[in-house]
């Protein structure tokens, strides 16, 4: 398990993130959201040894990462820009690789040599911003890490290519247990492969849950009530958000969707129905709650 | 556990890497050096051949391509450094390096070996195959060696240095300018401060501050110098020893300094200003305190009073300063947005140099007054216009320090000190109209006339091994009147003519067992009235005209240094053959002729023979001046016939002056029937020099017959010859004819032939 323990990072005044705490289960696929700056590829760069934190640690099985060597073998970080010298090729990475990671399968990067349309002789910093992604996460799935961290790892992929690196990643975590960190925006891929969730907002934790019941704890509602209601007939309810046309209301409500649904029924609505909401909607309402929201940087 | 022990496992990898992405440099690097090795040899072998260098003249050859290959050496390490480290500056390559199975230390040791490699490897290889190709004898080898090995610390600590800057700088460039400006701070700071210091203290002598081993202690870049000054000074000093001690202690100052910036470096800094916060501080003040201490010399330099120099001096230091911090200051924040709060270090620096300059003005540091005691010192040299004789003897020692003294008592009356531009140039500009008559004329005895010499050096070491040096320069009519020069020159002169001098300058030649040669030169002291500035000036002309080599074995130099040790212990008036100021020339009278015996070294290469056309090369020569009373000397020379004297060269032009003409006229009076060839030899370039009426005249009145009128013949002959084959040139009113000595030489060895065959003839 990966142990995020009280982590602090400044980076002078600014506090990037804050005693942040919280775990990820080993084997999960994790989604790392959060609005713009809200520390989630510095979490990653602490989590994969990039950055010392000035407080707390980010502990595997009891071990801080930083400057662990063992623990950066097993571990794969690929951050939104990866690098690559002027006269790197897939072929001279992999040399590199090869001998830097305890887990490297030449099997493994045959196949995936064959899977990518990329040339492993090209220079790969002649090559799109799509395909430098590939060839990155191609090198990144040879070492066989048991941590594989990506900061926006679809920006600039096709959409065959997402699929095939979303295939790829739950055929890893199931044949090799492997933890996968994601950091996006792109919240509908997420939505396809996480099982879990994390969101951050201004350095703090504010969700950290399965992805389903991140997804089941909150509900939108349709409900069309008699002209006898009143104004505050929602008002025992955990409404994130309300918006009223006519006699349909439209709601955003957390809590059980039972629950909601007895307690909803018993007002006597002329119509109601309960949608589940996309992680999007959930990341958009949990950020209103915030106090980030559109109207709020509108203002 | 965190693991933090270092990775063999990492380390290999990522050397490899390193050194691949450093493959491209190397290749250039090894190209420059495969290229300029044979040019360089080209260079200097043309040289020899062109300019007929002698030994002296081939080190400083091959101190400049040393230098070249250092400069180059150290070039490429701020461009490898740079490059290998410049992961450091992008946040992006920063991840990926952070993010391998590796501690940074392994990072930092992989690279920093894969980097010196780089530009060590292709030196030592590049500069062994010049030294082996360039250089032709074992001493010179030894002075390669030195050379390299100091280049060697330079690129080591050069480039360690420049790793740790890159680490304490969030941008390469940054970097490299950190690292220049650091270098040049110091050497700079020290080069300024020295000069300053010697321009505001009486007797403070650029060299008594501290040595050149301390002006680059701080700069990498500059330990190549120390590898300069072994060059230049033969071999190993003890303060060069010191200085490869501390070039050691600093490259491994610096490598833990780079482990610690390692393991501690904030991997967020790249891109975004400076991983440690005092660094901009350091330099920005150090750049300002420069920049003011050059603007400030510079204008205090084109003012004519000392009073006004010092003014001058403070006002444009304080705004030089100013203008260079802001300046800077403005580059390191990115903006105009300036942090004036951060200031603080360079008005201390400022401060501490105003402070530095009122405590310097006062004499403060006892630079002025101090004279070691006698007892303390090991040795003491005095050194007169450049001429430097050392003494160890206890009574000579306490001589040189009762000379010192009276410096000392001359020049601590004007405390406080002012900052004297005349200290410069050794020249005072003197405002005439407020001195008198008498001080003009006293400094123009020493500015003009050369009556007495003008520089006073005085170094000594102390039994604990320290140098001590002090300077002084008469150009200064305060000096002149407070000086009692007749009273200091009369124990100069006892000092001179001790028997530690005559071991030094004579006979310590024969103890060098491949001295071999000896040539005979004469020596022509001319004496005429000039006008300078409406002040009547003598000045004293030498003319040495050198005759050809003699090879003596060893039995002869024997011979030769019994009978020069016999009458130089016996000459109770000797003095060097460099000292000018001696009895001999006060005495010597219009186109007096002494012979100075020169010693030469066995040339061991044999190569300066062959390209130097035949003439001698040496490390060392000695001078002796033969004077009428060496009659053990002169026996010697007389036995093996080593006296002949010819004229050529100079005396062409000399003749037709004045004063020459009036000697040359006095030596053929002088010489013998039996000295004929000198006789020829005059008269051949007197011919030539268009003064032939006066020589033939002279010639004529030693009545060789029919001799001359054949030789005038024949000179009219050669003289076609050179007019239609040689760039002679004949000049209007009788001026003499320029012909180079080589030439000349050629045609006095004609008509010498002819000489013989007319004395073959007249004996038949």
Known sequence: MLAIKNVTKKFGAKIALNNLSFNIPTGSVFGLIGSNGSGKSTLLRIISGVYEPDGGSAEIDGESTYENVRLKGESFFISDFPYFYNNSTVENLAVLYRQLYPNWSEIKFQQLCSMFPIGVKDRIINMSKGMQRQAALMLALSTCPKYLLLDEIFDGLDPVVRQLIKKLLIEMVVENQTTVIIASHNLRELEDVCDHVGLIHCGGIILEKELDAAKLGIHRVQIVLGDEVGEGVFSDFNIVKSQRQGKLYELTIKGDADEITERLNALNPQFMELLPLTLEEVFISEMEVAGYDINNILK | MTSTTFSNKGFFPLFKWALRQNRGLLIVYSIILLISGPILDGFIKLRISAENLDYVNMIDVELVSSLIYAFTAAIIVLISAVRTFSFLHNKRSVDMYGAFPVIRRTVFLSHILA????????????????????????????LGAVMMLFTLLMIVASYLFTVLMAYCCGTSLDTVCVTIAVNGIWVGIFSLFKMIMSMMIPGCSVESILSSFADVAFAPLGFMVLGAKSYLTGGFTPVLTAGIVWSVLYIALVFVGCLFAANNRKAHTAQDGFSVKWLPRVTESGIAVIIGMAIGFVFALAQDSDKASMFTFSFWFIIGAAAAFAVVHIYFNKGVKCHWGKSIAVCSSVSAVCIAAVISLCGGWGIDTYIPSAGGVSSAEISVNGVGYSFGDAENIERVLGIHKLFVDGTTTDRPYSLSTSSIDNVEYLDVASESADDLEKVNDYDYDNTYPVSYKFKYKTKLGAEIVREYHMTSYKLVNTVDTDEMMGVIEELISSAEVKKQSALAAFDDEQRNRIQTA???????????????QTETYQCISHVDSVDL??????????????????????????????????????????????????????????LNNGQYASSVNTQVIVKENYKNTLAFLEKYNIKAIRYYSHSSTYADTEGGYEAMEKYIDSLSVNDLKALVDLYATGWLADCYDDFGIKLNDKQFDDYTAQLEQKIQEQQEWLLEDYTAYLADGGTAIQIDDWTLCSVLDSLAEFTQQYFIHLEK
Not at chain 2, 522 to 536: A, I
């Open chain 2, 115 to 142: 980097g010196l490699l780089t530009t060590a490897v292709p030196y030592i290889i590049g500069m062994a195959a010049v030294m082996g190709i360039t250089y032709y004898d074992g001493e010179s080898l030894r």
């Open chain 2, 522 to 536: 004469s020596l022509n002291m001319v004496k005429f009235e000039k006008q300078y500035d409406k002040v009547q």
């Open chain 2, 553 to 610: 074995d060893k039995e002869q130099i024997n011979e030769l240094y019994a009978a020069l040790k016999m009458d130089i212990e016996a000459d109770d008036s000797f003095v060097p053959a460099d000292w000018q100021w001696s009895s001999y020339t006060d005495e010597s009278q219009l186109g007096d002729v002494y012979t100075i015996l020169t010693l030469w070294s066995k040339d061991i290469s044999g190569l300066y023979a062959e």
